[in-house]
């Protein structure tokens, strides 16, 4: 039986059956591979962006401020009344003003009596 070649982990794995293929990419090692080899792939089309804007802005292809010669166009000005203001926390961190009550049926204690 034919031998199958995983280009991620660089590697033969002993049978091409897709039992084994199955268990092989399940694998916490294959899958690391996969995502380092993407992560690798992600940076150098970043790097290889970066490259081309910084050479295109070096060569005055790129004007040095994104609207020259005036004001954004519209819907891309600050919001109108200055930053928004921050909230002390998320909603489920504030605290209550007063204990919230439970109801109680009639008939029933309540816990803390």
């Known amino acids: ?8 982990c660089d590697t033969y794995l002993t049978h091409d059956s897709p039992s084994v293929r199955k268990t092989h990419c399940s694998g916490r090692k294959h899958k690391e591979n996969v995502k380092d080899y993407y992560q690798k792939w992600m940076e150098e089309q970043a790097q290889s962006l970066i490259d081309k804007t910084t050479a295109a802005f070096q060569q005055g292809k790129i004007p040095p401020t994104p609207f020259p010669g005036g004001p954004p166009p519209g819907g891309m000005r600050p919001p109108m009344g ?24 009639p008939g029933m204690m309540r816990p803390d009596r």
């Open 1 to 8: 039986m034919p031998k199958f070649y995983c280009d991620y």
């Open 82 to 105: 200055g930053p928004m203001q921050m909230m002390p926390g998320p909603p489920h961190m504030m605290r209550h003003p007063r204990p919230m009550m439970m109801p109680v049926r």
